[in-house]
């Protein structure tokens, strides 16, 4: 990642000698840095941008990645396990496209091809936060197929992560209700409220 991060910053700097290959990097940074920046309700711009970032050069993994996101939003599944694929084969190592392959399999209904991404997303996640979120992933695609046991489990590891982790909170309550266990969904649902309060 820091590679690309110094193309972006040399990329001003030769603009006239920049062979086509790097000048075909830098667009494609640049296309997917202004997708990154607009706002969540403009999926369609987005998928727009990294289209034509990926038109500009396809060995980068963010731009699968992201648009693979996009796809998940509208619910457009199998382009989402496509750009996923494609993101995994380049840099099999990064959590994320694991996550959202295993979210797209999820929607499908393919679970165990959700439960087996989403677990190697966990076990490659680099930071709390994405071991927090691709918890609460894994944890929603159990409670999607009704394994509710899992899915609690999964939500109290996230929290375990975070403890004022608004919707590991909701997400538990929620499950918990789900298992006929009413007092503590009460109280974990109290919980999404009071933390989601005092979030930024």
């Known amino acids: 990642m820091n590679s690309h991060r110094g193309l972006v910053a040399l990329g001003c700097i030769l603009l006239v000698a920049v062979p086509a290959a790097w000048a075909g990097k830098r667009e494609m ?7 990154i920046q607009l706002p969540s309700n403009e999926q369609a711009r987005k998928i727009e941008l990294y ?11 963010l731009p699968w990645t992201n648009r693979a996101v996009c796809y998940l939003n509208y619910g457009r599944w199998d382009d989402a396990i496509k750009d996923a694929t494609e993101a995994i084969n380049l840099a099999p190592t990064e959590p994320h496209a694991f996550g959202v392959r295993g979210r797209a ?25 994405d071991t927090r979120n ?20 999964d939500y109290r590891k996230a929290l375990e992560v975070d403890g004022a982790f608004a919707q590991g909170y909701n997400n538990l ?18 919980s999404a409220v009071r933390y989601d309060a005092v979030s930024p």
């Open 29 to 35: 940074l640049d296309l997917t840095q202004e997708a």
């Open 51 to 61: 289209t034509r970032a990926l038109k500009e050069y396809r060995g980068f993994y």
């Open 105 to 129: 399999y999820a929607g499908k209904r393919q679970f165990e091809q959700a439960f087996r991404d989403l677990s190697r997303a966990v076990e490659l996640a680099k930071t709390d936060e």
């Open 134 to 153: 691709l918890l609460n992933d894994r944890g929603n695609a159990y409670f999607s197929a009704r394994k509710y046991d899992q899915a609690i489990k």
């Open 173 to 190: 309550g929620i499950a918990y209700r789900a298992v006929g266990d009413l007092d503590r969904a009460i109280q974990h649902l109290n």
